[in-house]
């Protein structure tokens, strides 16, 4: 997004060191980054949200480039399974530039990437992932508030959904 004063603002995940290699155990480390562009001054500066041991990946928000309170983030653990399965996802609020909550998933249970669904009727996100509970070799779906990271429901779903499937929350309206 663009603060008022033309500053352009940026939240990702970012790695130093990315490695592209699906075959390794190795996973990559990322953190959370806020890099403030000024054009005007033709400066950047970066400023890493968390110093803790928080490997995120994937970083989801409701509006591409415009200020929005809260964004999400996969988690990555070293006891996931390889790239692309996650422990569980941050809730993070960029207003006040900090990470608002970790939500992590049910013992033995991995997930997908997190999506957003938006109810905009009452100005609501929701956060929905796949995940996989490996000893019960089940898959669910959940969908958490948004801002508490409270979970609003469990679907066990009637068949595998693979790391990596992607959707996209189209509304009754954008369909017709």
Not at 70 to 95: H, L, R
Request: glycine residues 10%.
């Amino acid at each position: 997004w663009e603060d008022d004063d033309g500053t352009i603002v940026i939240w990702t995940p970012f790695c130093e060191d990315l490695d592209l290699d699906l075959d390794t155990e190795e996973i990559n480390t990322f953190s959370m980054m806020e890099f403030r562009l000024d054009p005007t001054a033709g400066t950047v500066v970066d400023r890493q949200i968390i110093d803790r041991d928080m490997n995120v990946e994937f970083s989801a928000v409701s509006a591409m480039g415009r200020k929005v309170r809260y964004g999400y983030t996969a988690i990555q653990c070293k006891d996931t399974p390889g790239e692309g399965s996650f422990a569980g996802f941050c809730v993070w609020d960029m207003v006040e530039r900090k990470m608002h909550k970790a939500i992590y998933y049910q013992e033995g249970e991995v997930g997908g990437e997190p999506i957003i669904l938006k109810d905009d009727a009452d100005e609501k996100e929701y956060v929905g992932v796949y995940t996989f509970h490996l000893l019960e070799e089940q898959t669910y779906f959940l969908l958490f508030d948004g801002e508490s990271g409270g979970l609003v429901t469990r679907l066990k779903m009637p068949y595998r959904v693979p790391f990596g499937f992607h959707g996209l929350w189209v509304t009754g309206e954008e369909l017709r």
